[in-house]
Protein backbone atom coordinates (compact mmCIF):
# COMPACT_ATOMS: atom_id res chain seq x y z
CA UNK A 1 0.00 0.00 0.00
CA UNK A 2 1.20 3.08 -0.78
CA UNK A 3 0.36 5.20 2.46
CA UNK A 4 0.70 9.00 0.81
CA UNK A 5 -1.88 7.84 -1.57
CA UNK A 6 -3.90 5.87 1.26
CA UNK A 7 -3.89 9.02 3.67
CA UNK A 8 -5.06 11.49 0.65
CA UNK A 9 -7.93 8.92 -0.11
CA UNK A 10 -9.10 8.84 3.26
CA UNK A 11 -9.31 12.81 3.16
CA UNK A 12 -11.05 13.02 0.34
CA UNK A 13 -13.26 9.92 1.52
CA UNK A 14 -14.38 11.81 4.32
CA UNK A 15 -14.60 15.11 3.12
CA UNK A 16 -16.98 13.78 0.25
CA UNK A 17 -18.92 11.21 2.73
CA UNK A 18 -18.69 12.34 6.21
CA UNK A 19 -16.65 11.68 8.79
CA UNK A 20 -19.04 9.65 10.61
CA UNK A 21 -19.53 7.50 7.33
CA UNK A 22 -15.98 7.03 7.37
CA UNK A 23 -15.16 6.45 10.68
CA UNK A 24 -18.60 3.67 11.22
CA UNK A 25 -17.04 1.77 7.54
CA UNK A 26 -13.34 1.89 9.09
CA UNK A 27 -14.65 0.63 12.66
CA UNK A 28 -16.99 -2.48 11.27
CA UNK A 29 -14.12 -3.45 8.88
CA UNK A 30 -12.55 -6.74 9.97
CA UNK A 31 -10.07 -9.43 9.17
CA UNK A 32 -12.41 -10.53 6.17
CA UNK A 33 -13.09 -6.81 4.41
CA UNK A 34 -10.19 -4.56 5.50
CA UNK A 35 -8.50 -4.99 2.74
CA UNK A 36 -11.31 -4.04 0.95
CA UNK A 37 -11.69 -0.87 2.30
CA UNK A 38 -7.74 -0.30 2.17
CA UNK A 39 -8.42 -0.71 -1.74
CA UNK A 40 -11.18 1.65 -1.81
CA UNK A 41 -9.14 4.57 0.00
CA UNK A 42 -6.29 4.27 -1.65
CA UNK A 43 -7.72 3.77 -5.16
CA UNK A 44 -10.69 4.85 -5.32
CA UNK A 45 -10.68 8.06 -3.27
CA UNK A 46 -6.81 8.78 -3.94
CA UNK A 47 -5.56 7.26 -6.83
CA UNK A 48 -8.56 8.40 -8.42
CA UNK A 49 -10.76 10.55 -6.66
CA UNK A 50 -7.42 13.02 -5.79
CA UNK A 51 -7.03 13.00 -9.64
CA UNK A 52 -6.57 17.32 -10.29
CA UNK A 53 -7.97 16.66 -14.10
CA UNK A 54 -11.93 16.50 -12.51
CA UNK A 55 -13.25 18.82 -10.03
CA UNK A 56 -15.08 16.90 -7.41
CA UNK A 57 -18.70 18.22 -8.22
CA UNK A 58 -17.65 17.01 -11.88
CA UNK A 59 -16.42 13.36 -10.63
CA UNK A 60 -20.12 13.43 -8.14
CA UNK A 61 -22.13 13.72 -11.18
CA UNK A 62 -20.81 11.09 -13.10
CA UNK A 63 -20.93 8.76 -10.01
CA UNK A 64 -24.65 9.66 -9.94
CA UNK A 65 -25.19 8.59 -13.04
CA UNK A 66 -23.17 5.52 -12.99
CA UNK A 67 -24.18 4.49 -10.36
CA UNK A 68 -28.88 4.27 -10.90
CA UNK A 69 -28.15 2.74 -13.55
CA UNK A 70 -25.78 -0.35 -12.04
CA UNK A 71 -29.32 -0.26 -9.55
CA UNK A 72 -26.81 0.29 -6.47
CA UNK A 73 -29.30 1.96 -4.01
CA UNK A 74 -27.53 1.87 -1.01
CA UNK A 75 -24.15 3.37 -3.09
CA UNK A 76 -26.53 6.03 -4.39
CA UNK A 77 -27.94 7.33 -1.45
CA UNK A 78 -24.41 7.78 0.04
CA UNK A 79 -23.04 9.23 -3.11
CA UNK A 80 -26.24 11.85 -3.84
CA UNK A 81 -25.12 13.11 -0.52
CA UNK A 82 -21.96 13.73 -1.61
CA UNK A 83 -22.88 15.19 -4.04
CA UNK A 84 -24.72 17.61 -2.17
CA UNK A 85 -21.13 18.18 -0.28
CA UNK A 86 -19.32 18.82 -3.43
CA UNK A 87 -21.58 21.64 -4.93
CA UNK A 88 -23.62 19.48 -7.22
CA UNK A 89 -27.38 21.02 -6.15
CA UNK A 90 -30.79 19.48 -6.46
CA UNK A 91 -31.72 20.89 -9.86
CA UNK A 92 -28.86 19.25 -11.41
CA UNK A 93 -29.33 15.65 -9.59
CA UNK A 94 -32.58 15.84 -11.37
CA UNK A 95 -31.42 16.84 -14.54
CA UNK A 96 -28.49 14.03 -14.05
CA UNK A 97 -31.59 11.42 -13.11
CA UNK A 98 -33.58 12.49 -16.21
CA UNK A 99 -30.72 11.77 -18.40
CA UNK A 100 -30.05 8.50 -16.97
CA UNK A 101 -34.17 7.58 -17.55
CA UNK A 102 -33.63 8.64 -21.13
CA UNK A 103 -30.13 6.77 -22.00
CA UNK A 104 -30.77 3.77 -19.44
CA UNK A 105 -34.11 3.23 -18.82
CA UNK A 106 -37.07 4.76 -16.87
CA UNK A 107 -37.28 2.38 -14.29
CA UNK A 108 -33.78 3.64 -13.18
CA UNK A 109 -35.25 7.23 -13.33
CA UNK A 110 -37.87 5.84 -11.37
CA UNK A 111 -35.88 4.43 -8.50
CA UNK A 112 -33.15 7.44 -8.80
CA UNK A 113 -36.10 9.99 -8.11
CA UNK A 114 -37.34 7.84 -5.21
CA UNK A 115 -34.04 7.76 -3.63
CA UNK A 116 -33.13 11.19 -4.30
CA UNK A 117 -36.50 12.80 -2.25
CA UNK A 118 -35.68 10.26 0.67
CA UNK A 119 -32.17 11.72 1.04
CA UNK A 120 -33.73 15.52 0.46
CA UNK A 121 -36.50 14.45 3.12
CA UNK A 122 -33.41 13.29 5.55
CA UNK A 123 -31.51 16.16 5.16
CA UNK A 124 -34.68 18.72 4.93
CA UNK A 125 -35.86 16.95 8.63
CA UNK A 126 -32.43 16.79 9.70
CA UNK A 127 -31.58 20.54 9.21
CA UNK A 128 -35.61 21.39 10.27
CA UNK A 129 -34.78 20.10 13.96
CA UNK A 130 -31.39 21.69 13.97
Known amino acids: MDQKTHDKGLEIRKAVLGEAYVANALKNADGFNKPFQELVTEYCWGAVWGREELPRKTRSMLNLS ?23 TRDEIREIFMQVAIYAGVPAGVDSFRIAREVFAEIDKGEASS
Do not use: D, Q, Y
Open 66 to 88: MISILNRPHELRVHIKGALVNGV
